[in-house]
């Protein structure tokens, strides 16, 4: 690993968003074999080539909770063991000191738009996953959707997150006039509490989920971060990208894809000494150089498709989207006026119920496709609402 005292290194996080939303693993072995053997096996190829390529290659794994949950199922572990055997690849996870393991909410929500009320569920369960899986708490967190708001501070530093990684285009200065530098880490300060920020590079982050080979991207980040004019701690460039989405990640002749084409010929280079830039784990880098400047993170989100993630258009964009949202906040609603009632064992259990079903419906995958995928959702919310029907009618 490098180290990140050294002043002339260019230091590179590099980060893989890892989810499936309820079910669906179950569904692509079910309907699409071959479409199940591509994306089991980017699961598989991340620990293994962090093994091959020790101790130089750094990556940094988010899985979401609901995605760890299928991987834990009998069944689905069962079913896949023609392509991967599923307990020994998450273990190898867990050995590899040259992954550091991300938090994320349990079933992948957009948190600046689901009921503040639900965060810490989201959060907690996810947190505790992670821990469960792999043997380690997560020191950082990754936004679904790199979907971020200030209000988030307070939530991820009551949980325990030490760092946040964020869309760069939306990091300013505290009194949020400036553009600050994305290639350094920075304080974010909301309602007492604080949280290192880590801006990501958008620009390279799209280039390495759509291809890229390493003498480009060492050529552009170089170009990018001119580190011969810094003085101070050296530049943090963090690339971030799904993990097992288009064929540059699901192409199984490993030569042609991410980790054949890329990244296998990046740590080559620098083991050979052959490159200026070198992988780090954020919380390694961090511990030696500790953001020393404030910045203010404006609420916003990642590119996806045609938006800019200025808004959440992609999420919220259509009526029918919007009128989704308001459906989970009146769900949601309902199930708090009730949680403290006083209520029969039979009725416990069933608010129980529906509140789990609340959050699932929350997963964001349910508002991303747009109409095409709302009415999952609202399978969710009207199962809930039967659920609380129920306990209402015990309570009287």
């Known amino acids: 690993m490098v180290n990140v005292k050294t002043p002339a290194a260019v230091c590179h996080a590099l980060g893989l968003h890892m989810h499936q939303p309820p079910g669906n693993l179950r569904l692509l072995i079910e309907e699409n074999d071959w479409e199940a053997q591509q994306i089991i096996r980017c699961y598989e190829r991340v620990p293994r080539y962090a093994r091959q390529l020790a101790p130089f290659a750094c990556i940094h794994v988010g899985f979401s909770g609901i995605l760890l949950e299928q991987l834990r199922s009998p069944e689905i572990i069962d079913r896949y063991r023609k392509f991967v055997d599923i307990p020994a690849m998450l273990d ?15 079933y992948h929500p957009i948190f600046p738009l689901i009921p503040l009320e639900d965060w810490d569920d989201h959060l907690t369960s996810g947190r505790q996953i992670i821990a469960d899986v792999f043997g380690r708490e997560p020191a950082g967190f990754w936004p679904p959707e790199m979907a971020f708001t200030m209000d988030m501070v307070p939530a991820l530093a009551a949980r325990g997150y030490e ?12 009194d949020e006039k400036v553009t600050l530098d994305p290639y350094q880490p920075y304080v974010a300060r909301q309602g007492g509490a604080e949280i290192t920020v880590v801006p990501r590079d958008r620009d390279i982050s799209n280039a390495q989920e759509s291809g890229l080979d390493a003498g480009w991207f060492i050529n552009e980040v170089t170009s990018r971060v001119a580190p011969q004019s810094r003085t101070g701690p050296p530049p943090l460039v963090t690339t971030w990208s799904d993990g097992e989405n288009g064929g540059w990640f699901r192409q199984t002749s490993e030569e042609a894809g991410f980790f054949g084409h890329f990244f296998a010929p990046y740590i080559e280079r620098v083991r050979s000494g052959d490159s200026p830039v070198h992988p780090v784990l954020i919380s390694a880098f961090l511990k030696e150089n500790s953001p020393q400047r404030e910045a203010h993170v404006r609420t916003g989100a990642w590119n996806v498709a045609e938006t800019s993630g200025y808004d959440f258009s992609q999420w919220a964009g259509s009526e029918t989207q919007r009128r989704a949202l308001e459906t989970i906040f009146e769900t949601s609603r309902r199930f708090w006026s009730l949680r403290d009632r006083d209520l029969a064992p039979a009725a416990r259990s069933q608010l129980e119920e529906a509140r789990a079903v609340i959050l699932e419906s929350e997963t964001s995958c349910f508002l991303f496709w747009g109409d095409t995928w709302v009415p999952k959702l609202y399978e969710r919310t009207v199962r809930a609402e039967a659920l609380l029907n129920a306990v209402e009618s015990a309570a009287r």
């Open 92 to 106: 190898s996870y867990a050995q590899a000191e040259n992954i550091e393991l991300i938090g994320m909410g349990y």
């Open 163 to 174: 760092y946040v990684v964020v869309d760069g285009v939306h990091v300013r200065s505290a």
